[in-house]
């Protein structure tokens, strides 16, 4: 299993919020993205332009460096936090955000940091 965590800066977690700004941690399951339905992957891949199963080589088993990949990355876990904002309208400031990595045989990251950083 695969948890990506992403912290974005206050102004971008404002702006990509509903009501109240986004999470400070996002937190994208790439398990629960495999266990979507195939309506809802299908709407998703439509929305984004860009086909999930190719996506994923790009997130497992390390989040790839590559921009695309990152800014779908945050695009999927700031839209399991209840963001609304069309993939194409996105564009968060990712060389400001923070990403962290955790794989099952690893534990989550505590004060040690002793996660994966991706």
């Known amino acids: 299993m695969t948890i990506i ?3 974005l800066d206050d102004e971008d977690r404002k ?4 009501e109240e700004p986004l999470p400070e941690e996002l937190v994208l399951d790439l ?3 495999k266990d979507m339905p195939a309506g809802d992957l299908d709407a ?3 929305d984004m ?3 999930l199963i190719g996506l994923l080589g790009y997130l ?9 990949a990152r800014r779908a990355a945050v695009f999927l ?3 399991a936090a209840g963001c609304s904002t069309r993939y194409g309208e996105f564009q968060p400031r990712l060389l400001r955000a923070t990403f962290v ?18």
Do not use: C, N
Request: proline share 11%.
């Open 15 to 18: 702006q990509y919020g509903a």
């Open 49 to 51: 332009d860009l086909a």
């Open 77 to 79: 876990a700031a839209r």
């Open 60 to 68: 497992e088993p390390r989040l790839s460096p590559l921009m695309f």
């Open 44 to 46: 998703l891949e439509r």
């Open 5 to 7: 965590r992403v912290r």
């Open 101 to 118: 990595q955790e794989d099952a045989a690893r534990p989550p990251a505590g004060p040690s940091g002793d996660s994966s950083e991706a």
């Open 31 to 33: 398990e629960a993205l």
